[in-house]
């Protein structure tokens, strides 16, 4: 009889079990939630950096070449400014927009977020 209490006393327990399954569920509950707003986080702060690198690039070009206003986003990637795959995104997205004359009578452009009119 000795022989075969030993045998069963190395196993684990149907409640030892559960509790380690109630264990791991508590902390993928408070886990899950958390992952979320991370994304959306990380989604908006690259989100900027795209712009931010965008305005760096069509500054760049304008001390360079300066723009006309036919400067687009394939402009600057035709030059090497940005890559076609930025230039793709950019172009659904952001759109180059003159601001004001600078005191060295040059222009500066701002990248902003494409105006969309409501449709009727």
């Known amino acids: 009889m000795k022989k ?3 045998k069963t006393k190395k196993a684990f327990t149907l409640i030892e079990m559960v509790i380690v399954l109630f264990i791991i569920s508590l902390l993928l509950l408070v886990m899950i939630p958390n ?3 991370q994304k959306s986080s990380a989604d908006a702060k690259s989100e900027e950096a795209f712009k931010t690198t965008l305005q760096t690039e069509v500054d760049m070009y304008a001390a360079d070449k300066g723009i006309e206003s036919s400067t687009n986003w394939g402009t600057l990637a035709g030059n090497g400014y940005i890559t076609q ?3 793709d995104k950019a172009n ?3 759109e ?3 601001t004001s004359e600078s005191t060295s ?3 500066t452009y701002e990248v902003r977020e494409k105006t969309t009119t409501a449709q009727k």
């Open 105 to 107: 009578s040059h222009p």
């Open 92 to 94: 659904k997205k952001y």
């Open 96 to 98: 180059i927009k003159k």
């Open 4 to 6: 075969l209490i030993n």
């Open 35 to 37: 992952l979320g707003s």
């Open 85 to 87: 795959k930025q230039a």
